[in-house]
């Protein structure tokens, strides 16, 4: 049985990275009129109380989303995009309610696309239900399909789209160690089925040799395919201050995770330039010490 829950994590700086990227695929993707197929096949709970235990146990949004939020204006285009994503959900002004991807994706759904989304956990897949169920009654959208299963196994039923256009979020809690090879097998498949999909995967930098090995590996895959990519990361750093170093000595979530990636296939080509101007702007905000870095690499498709 599954013990990872995101209620812990949502909102923190890994979240900002894989939010940030994944609303500037979208976006982009949805400047041409074309249905598109969106799949979150590790889509969690949907949306997340901050004020609640998990999240206020954790911390972890006050040195995500909350910094982000109080940080001097301006942001960039990007980073505005994100805040007023997020504020959306927090019509009252206060910081309460964080979105996950499933409600980032769900609210911004055209009458053209559809969202499929995979939760293999009992509880938040009962919970992503009921906020699906939420979704659909105050704007009827017919377009979401939500299985509580296999996300892996799940998106190759759906490649390729009828449409010929897909932005799809891999974004496992890699709590088994298998996780890693089993996102490379995934996305190889995907690619072989339907090589012109936007595929964006999240991972945690962490001292596993298979976490450092993913990113080379993705990259690999987009190469012998012949495809476009793109890896942005973000390091936040060591926290300086004792009560965040105790707090993560005490085995507690806050701070434990210091950097995260997002490996992108076939990304749109102004998501470079967009991260490069956003992700400064992002650790002046985030930074929590020494070894605070961002990094952008990409590279062209060739034929
Ligand atoms: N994508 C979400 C977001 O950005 O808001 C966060 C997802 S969380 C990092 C990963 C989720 O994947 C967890 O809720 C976990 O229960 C779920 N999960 C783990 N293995 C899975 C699998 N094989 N298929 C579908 N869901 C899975």
Redesign the pocket.
């Known amino acids: 049985m599954?013990s990872?829950?995101?209620a812990f994590?949502?909102g923190n700086h890994?979240?900002v990275l894989?939010?940030l990227t994944?609303l500037a695929a979208l976006q982009h993707l949805q400047h041409k009129e074309g249905g598109l197929l969106l799949v979150?096949?590790?889509?969690?709970?949907?949306?997340?109380r901050l004020d609640h235990d998990a999240a206020r146990i954790s911390g972890e949004a006050a040195w995500g989303i909350a910094a982000l939020a109080a940080a001097p204006a301006p942001p960039p285009p990007l980073a505005r995009t994100y805040l007023e994503a997020v504020a959306a959900f927090n019509p009252d002004g206060g910081l309460r309610h964080y979105?996950?991807?499933?409600?980032?994706l769900a609210t911004r759904l055209r009458p053209q696309d559809r969202l499929a989304l995979?939760?293999?956990?009992p509880t938040?897949?009962r919970l992503?239900d009921r906020a699906v169920r939420a979704w659909l009654q105050r704007e009827p959208r017919p377009a979401i399909t939500l299985r509580?299963?296999?996300?892996?196994?799940?998106l190759r039923a759906l490649l390729p789209p009828p449409t010929r256009r897909a932005l799809v979020?891999i974004?496992?809690?890699?709590?088994?160690k298998r996780?890693y090879a089993?996102v490379v097998a995934c996305v190889g498949e995907a690619l072989h089925r339907f090589a012109q999909g936007c595929y964006l995967v999240?991972y945690p930098l962490v001292g596993r040799e298979q976490a450092h090995a993913l990113p080379k590996r993705l990259r690999a895959l987009a190469v012998h395919h012949g495809r476009a990519w793109l890896q942005a990361e973000l390091n936040v750093g060591t926290p300086a201050d004792a009560a965040a170093k105790a707090a993560a000595a005490r085995g507690r979530a806050i701070g434990t995770l210091r950097a995260s990636g997002v490996f992108v296939i076939n990304p749109p080509y102004t998501l470079a330039e967009q991260l490069r101007e956003t992700l400064p702007w992002v650790l002046g905000a985030l930074r929590r010490g020494p070894a605070a870095a961002w990094k952008v690499d990409a590279g062209e498709a060739r034929p």
């Open positions: 599954f990872y829950r995101h994590h949502a890994a979240d894989k939010h994944l979150d096949t590790h889509a969690g709970a949907g949306q997340y979105p996950g991807s499933p409600a980032l995979f939760e293999w956990h938040d897949g992503l509580r299963d296999d996300g892996f196994a799940g979020l974004d496992p809690s890699y709590e088994l996780d089993t999240w």
